[in-house]
T-cell receptor, first 110, second 111 residues
């Protein structure tokens, strides 16, 4: 079945350093979504990418969707303590359901 | 704002009990989902529903069933709870192909 792998599982960075998490699907995706889950909270939608090679920015966050639509990345520039949490990608295959990656837990050290 | 509510934040049940987890959304979303979240495994889809009385199995449906009698309400049922069903359960809703809105989660402990 379809699998979505996400790396790294954990990342500790000093405040001000950059951070990247990568998402890889075993099959071609129709779109990909990214979510953030704060400690003790629930996942909150960040963005959706649909087009091959698409790049979208939200302030210090940059999201990319690969040309083959099988991988994606989230890059945070100059991390802040408010960036702490777990980041999930969710791959859509054109049906109702999405397959979530295992998540990357980010810890930012002040 | 979209609101997804779940009936309990914390629940403790005994092995063999029948457990009902309820989820209600207020945005007229067609799609509703039940996930379980375990450390290191991310979110795994148990069941989803794309319309009233319609349901489809997700990746880990064994030991669970669901009910959707009204559009706004999606229930997850554990027919006979077991200790390996101790987990965080998250409900979500969405329009087709759009972002999912999650409820606060129910942390279920089966002893």
């Amino acid at each position: 079945g379809q699998q979505v792998m996400q790396i790294p599982q954990y990342q500790h960075v000093q405040e001000g350093e950059d951070f990247t998490t990568y998402c890889n699907s075993s099959t071609t995706l129709s779109n990909i979504q990214w979510y953030k889950q704060r400690p003790g909270g629930h996942p909150v939608f960040l963005i959706q990418l649909v087009k091959s090679g698409e790049v979208k920015k939200q302030k210090r966050l940059t999201f990319q969707f690969g040309e083959a639509k099988k991988n994606s990345s989230l890059h945070i520039t100059a991390t802040q303590t408010t960036d702490v949490g777990t980041y999930f990608c969710a791959g859509g295959s054109g049906t109702y359901k999405y397959i979530f990656g295992t998540g990357t837990r980010l810890k930012v050290l002040a | 704002d979209v609101k997804v509510t779940q009936s309990s934040r914390y629940l403790v049940k005994r092995t063999g009990e029948k457990v009902f987890l309820e989820c209600v959304q207020d945005m007229d979303h067609e799609n509703m989902f039940w996930y379980r979240q375990d450390p290191g495994l991310g979110l795994r889809l148990i069941y989803f529903s794309y319309d009233v009385k319609m349901k489809e199995k997700g990746d880990i449906p064994e030991g669970y069933s669901v009910s959707r009698e009204k559009k706004e309400r999606f229930s997850l049922i554990l027919e006979s709870a077991s200790t390996n069903q101790t987990s965080m359960y998250l409900c979500a809703s969405s329009f087709y192909g759009m972002e999912q809105y999650f409820g606060p989660g129910t942390r279920l402990t089966v002893t």
